[in-house]
């Protein structure tokens, strides 16, 4: 079955604990990304990435870090989490070859809480 | 900049009526267009796409959206509403050719009533 996982679903933690959130994908997609949701402000990105050893900021990069050593995995790391960075996180993937339409695939989510 | 606007937080239809969620987005060279369903508790869920062709769309669980080059819209329909339609609904776009990120609106929340 095609599928994004994400990993954990839900963490609490501390500030400036560091953590990451795993994400891997089966579909051989080139494109990963990040998103957290926010009430009212949708899906922001935080980084993406287009293919291995290839990433970029998104729109909210700050207090992120992420890396693509394999083309399946993206995760996404806080190296000291705060407060602010409470909220709800997606990892999405969707292929670039050319007429393949680019839908993303979400992960089911994390729910993280920085205490 | 590439942005999506849905101007309605939230949507209110009663059981076995039409619904319409609305979107409008702003892009520099032709749009890709997407609406999303998320549920309680889950990730997002892809409904239906525009890339090109014909402007009438058809979905998953019979939506479907038409696309208004002239009015940069893309609302999302349904002939018939029903109660397990509820949910958040997100539209988003991003350029043909680029493999720039998509870009979402801030949802609705469509809430049908039985």
């Known amino acids: 079955e095609a599928q994004v996982t994400q990993n954990p679903r839900y963490l609490i933690t501390v500030t400036g604990k560091k953590l990451t959130v795993t994400c891997s994908q089966n579909m051989n997609h080139e494109y990963m990304s990040w998103y957290r949701q926010d009430p009212g402000l949708g899906l922001r990105q935080i980084y993406y990435?287009?293919?291995?050893?290839?990433?970029d900021k998104g729109d909210v990069p700050e207090g992120y870090k992420v890396s693509r050593k394999e083309k399946r995995n993206f995760p996404l790391i806080l190296e000291s989490p705060s407060p602010n960075q409470t909220s709800l996180y997606f990892c999405?993937?969707?292929?670039?070859?050319?007429?393949?339409?680019?839908?993303?695939?979400f992960g089911q989510g994390t729910r993280l809480t920085v205490v | 900049a590439q942005s999506v606007a849905q101007p309605e937080d939230q949507v209110n239809v009663a059981e076995g009526n039409p619904l319409t969620v609305k979107c409008t987005y702003s892009v520099s060279g032709n749009p890709y267009l997407f609406w999303y369903v998320q549920y309680p508790n889950r990730g997002l869920q892809f409904l239906l796409k525009y890339i090109t062709g014909d402007n009438l769309v058809k979905g998953s669980y019979g939506f479907e959206a038409e696309f208004n080059k002239s009015q940069t819209s893309f609302h999302l329909k349904k002939p018939s509403a029903l109660v397990s339609d509820s949910a958040l609904y997100f539209c988003?776009?991003?350029?043909?050719?680029?493999?720039?990120?998509?870009?979402f609106g801030s949802g609705t929340q469509l809430t049908v009533l039985p």
């Open positions: 990435s287009m293919n291995v050893e290839v990433t």
């Open positions: 999405a993937s969707s292929s670039l070859v050319r007429g393949a339409g680019g839908e993303a695939f």
């Open positions: 988003a776009v991003r350029v043909s050719g680029s493999a720039r990120q998509l870009t």
